[in-house]
């Protein structure tokens, strides 16, 4: 699992141009379905047909965003120094200092102006230095709207932790594929698996698939905050805590059937799990709810410190749950 998860972090795909990413993945997981197709906006859909007879199997759709924060490019400065805006939740903070990558493979450095206070950092008080020593060395290796990101990365600390970036969301793509392979020879429900893009700008890409599949039941995979981390805020989610159920987010009611459902699997199957509620933020499973005519959606999230930032943080022990909780719900015959 960890090869798999390291495979989809270390792949290009800031929101909007998630080609390649997306192109990693339909490898990934088409082996274990019956079909792939992209829609119009380039979410990924995988579907496995289920084997109950009809009228006894239901729809379900599992949602992760495959989308990465990120960078565009938008001016290029005589001396070779690019302007940039962002592209989603940037933390300029974690960001600055930082070696970034663009899609086409150039490399370069994210850097502060001269002076200027960690309090005022923001985008337009950073330059990327691609080593160009004016605008037409630099125009040779970027141009005007390409995207970019923090370079990739993912390495294990200790035996139970990675940390990289961009585990979000890539960690629950990388969960999805695991699921798909262990409902491959056993699959009751008909499984749509929608890897979806431009979460991290407004969820724009889930509520489209939501509302083209118009499944029954739909469950997002997506990162969480923890109350472990240093400072944090008191939060009942904690790495290595297993699991985290999702009751509610800053966007989100979820269907209180489906948390229902998913504790009680957690429960009789001892899969160790825990119960969320954030207090901010929010995921693909608000619009997957609301998409259409509605659906029974929940969250099955994966307690992660220091998000969006170049050392996100997960437990290896909290996506086996996670996937393990994944699977026994989708075999549930009685959903």
Do not use: W
């Amino acid at each position: 699992m960890y090869s798999l998860i390291k495979k989809v972090v270390c792949c290009p795909g800031v929101s909007g141009n998630e080609k390649q990413i997306a192109a990693l993945l339909e490898k990934e997981v088409s082996p274990y379905v019956d079909e792939t197709y992209t829609d119009a906006l380039g979410n990924l859909i995988a579907i496995k047909y289920g084997n109950l007879p009809d009228g006894e199997r239901k729809k379900l759709l599992y949602c992760a965003h495959m989308d990465e924060i990120g960078f565009i490019v938008t001016y290029i400065e005589d001396n070779g120094f690019i302007r940039f805006a962002p592209i989603g939740g940037i933390n300029f903070v974690a960001a600055a200092f930082s070696h970034v990558v663009f899609a086409n493979g150039e490399k370069g450095i994210l850097v502060p102006e001269a002076g200027t206070k960690a309090s005022d950092l923001a985008a337009d008080k950073c330059v990327v230095d691609i080593g160009a020593t004016s605008a037409k060395e630099a125009s040779r290796k970027v141009k005007i709207g390409d995207c970019f990101s923090l370079a990739h990365n993912l390495s294990k600390l200790g035996t139970n932790r990675a940390v990289g970036r961009p585990i979000d969301d890539r960690i629950g793509c990388a969960i999805m594929i695991e699921t798909a392979k262990k409902l491959a020879e056993n699959c009751p429900h008909d499984m749509y698996y929608v890897f979806s893009v431009q979460e991290e700008v407004g969820c724009r890409g889930a509520r489209p698939a939501g509302f083209s599949i118009a499944p029954d039941i739909a469950l997002a995979f997506d990162v969480t905050g923890t109350g472990d981390a240093q400072g944090s805020k008191p939060m009942a989610v904690k790495l290595g805590g297993g699991a985290a159920i999702k009751i509610k987010d800053g966007s989100v009611i979820c269907s209180g059937e489906v948390v229902s459902k998913l504790q009680k699997l957690a429960k009789e199957q001892k899969i160790t799990a825990q119960n969320e509620i954030l207090l901010y933020g929010g995921t693909d499973t608000s619009v997957l709810q609301a998409a259409g005519v509605g659906a029974y959606a929940g969250c099955i999230s994966i307690p992660s410190r220091y998000i969006h930032s170049g050392v996100e943080m997960i437990d290896l022990r909290d996506v086996a749950a996670c996937t393990d909780l994944a699977t026994a719900f989708a075999l549930d015959p009685t959903l």
